[in-house]
């Protein structure tokens, strides 16, 4: 949901999920049960718990206020019929593109070109890249609805050079063809330091060795890139295509602020339907199972994703 | 590692990083410079230049019109009941899967784990009749109970691992002296697990700080800070340099903790990911 440190807390757990469980540890205690009680049963009650209730409430057809009636699938059904959410998820599929395939590209592309010698002062661009990330995205999506105004740094730019006529009459954001692109775009400037710093030092630990041999064999600079950096940052890849692919999924709290799933419901996405037909249309049912159908889309994603690499792995 | 690098090189890799991290700050200088143009309507400043005149006053205005005061209380408050006890659960709970075996505790973490994986959103329509039907809509107890459930997933991932990576003389020391668990938990595997609980420390905070959506959701007079930013700018959509001022205001505090603890945040957000 959001991308800051949470993000990252993910990423440190999805990352080190690989590890097969070594022994297992420790010895035999029932008193172990105590120690995990109490987080085990608040996060029982406020996780698990709902993930069932959620389940009941999408069989039915309900307001939130008067007695709902059961509908069985409708609400499932309704994913192939209902242009909102069919156009939610094509959206979502777009923002992907920015959201995590521009940006590792991106990332891998700057991580190669960058010559692998010590960097002094990392400390400092580390801290400068990681901002994006660290600061909350209603405060970056509040800066970014300034980049995209109509008297912001984009539009005064391209006036500048003579291309004024670009500039949407309503901003970047208001506009029919450009609101989600440019949701994109925020997106791609959130994700892109952390993959290159992630990249980076990925690239430092691959021995030189391998490089050396590489150039021995006579392999030029792509033929490098492809034989040697790309198979030693698959750890990295797998942690941050996880990553992104499941933060564009459920991506929420930039749309509300920077467009209100607008205009029209041209940057609507699957999260933003959910709190609206919880709060906004008095469908919660429908709320319901859309939430549902998102956790399982994620589910096989993270799973697709992991299976893939880990079997490139193997090969 | 090459040591023979070449001055171009050299200076090709700050050029590129420094590029990079014009890119990454620019829009968060520009908002700063925006936030000290005069208010009003169409106060949106090109992006290029210093503002006329500074306007400090615009901080005011934000901090009253925005009703700041409220929501960094609010923040406060569920912040300071909320990360001790996310990380007290966390290393109860990642203390007795690194060091204990019980019947189902393999199956109870990987429950956990699972939970890094839940939307909020597929609770979320649940959470909200369930929170109500406990009469505890717009309280800060709504806010704390839901964010430490949605913490401790990480938190017991991450103490676990901590504990996992002491040395087995520690433990196998205290049982030859006889010490309880209990004992063995506080006085050497907390103390041994120090830094890990300081980043676990921040990042919880972090979160908590930045909450926006729980607080969207459960609360209407008790926004957090974000939340109240977003509803500031809802308000003010077209006071670009007043709604800058409120955004630089949310800000700064996530960014001092930041400063102090970068070490911190870089190792909760990289260890896992590049470490093996």
Known sequence: MDPGPQVATRAA??????????????????????????????????????????INISFYNWDGITPGTWVGLD????????????????????????????????????????????????????????????????VTAVAWTWVYDINGPISTALRAIGLGRLVPAQGW?????????????????????FCLILFLAGVMKIPASLYEAARVDGANAIREFFAVTLPGLRYELQVVLVLSVIGTLDTFDE?????????????????????????????????????IVLMLIIFAVTWAINRAMERGNEA | MNTTASRAQVAFNYALLTLCSIIA???????????????????????????????????????????????????LIVAFVMVPASVLLSILGGYAFATMRFWGSTVLFYLFILGLIIPTEATIVPLYYDVRAMGLLDTYWALIILEVSGEVAFGIFWMRAAFLSAPPSLLEAARIDGSSSWTTLWRIMVPFAKPAILTLTVLTF???????????????????????????????TTDIALVSAGAVIVAIPILIVFIIFQREFMRGMLTGAVKG
């Open chain 1, 173 to 193: 954001l208001g506009d029919f063809n450009t609101a989600l692109p440019a949701v994109g775009v925020f997106g791609l400037w959130g994700g892109f330091g």
């Open chain 1, 255 to 291: 749309i509300y602020v920077m467009t209100g799933g607008g205009p029209g419901t041209a940057t609507s996405v699957p999260a933003y339907l959910v709190w609206r037909r919880l709060f906004q249309t008095g469908q919660v049912g429908s709320a319901a199972a859309l939430g």
């Open chain 2, 206 to 236: 972090a979160d908590s700080w930045n909450e926006f959506f729980l607080a969207l959701v459960f609360t209407v007079n008790k926004f957090t800070a974000p939340a109240g930013l977003a509803s500031f700018s809802g308000r003010y």
């Open chain 1, 13 to 54: 757990a999805l990352g080190s999920l690989r590890r097969r469980p070594e022994r297992l540890p420790g010895e035999a205690r029932r008193i172990g049960y105590l120690y995990v009680a109490p987080a085990f049963i608040l996060y029982a009650a406020f996780n698990l718990l709902p993930l069932f209730q959620g």
């Open chain 1, 75 to 138: 609400n499932y059904t309704e994913f192939f019929t209902d242009p909102t959410i069919l156009a939610g998820y094509t959206h979502v599929l777009i923002l992907m593109i920015f959201y995590a395939f521009l940006p590792i590209v991106i990332g891998l592309f700057l991580a190669a070109l960058i010559s692998r010698i010590r960097i002094r002062g990392l400390t400092v661009f580390r801290i400068l890249l990681f901002l994006p990330l660290v600061i909350t995205d209603v």
């Open chain 2, 25 to 75: 700050i620019y829009p968060l200088i520009g908002v700063a410079l925006a936030s000290l143009y005069p208010p009003g309507p169409d106060s949106a400043p090109s992006g290029f230049g210093l503002p006329p005149t500074f306007a400090w006053h615009n901080y005011v205005t934000a901090w009253e019109q925005g009703k700041f005061a409220t929501s960094f209380t609010t923040s």
